[in-house]
């Protein structure tokens, strides 16, 4: 996936101090809902609100 969608997957790895790696769901054109932390989802600008991306995010679509 080039140009991820509303429902794609993002996936990437990187060695957080908690976690091997991230998961979360497209659900705008900058936006993406996952759970990082034990206050359980969140939603976030994609990519990292702007910041410089850690790792290398892979985009998967389920169905197109």
């Known amino acids: 996936v080039t140009s991820p969608k509303p429902g794609d997957i993002v996936a990437v ?5 908690d976690a091997t790696g991230h ?6 054109s900058s936006t993406t ?3 990082g932390s034990e206050d359980g989802s ?3 600008g994609w990519p990292w ?3 410089s991306p ?3 995010p892979i985009y998967r679509r389920c169905k197109d």
């Open 23 to 28: 998961v979360a769901v497209v659900t705008g």
């Open 42 to 44: 969140h939603s976030t």
């Open 49 to 51: 609100n702007g910041a």
């Open 13 to 17: 790895a990187y060695p957080y101090g």
């Open 33 to 35: 809902i996952g759970a």
């Open 54 to 56: 850690k790792g290398n």
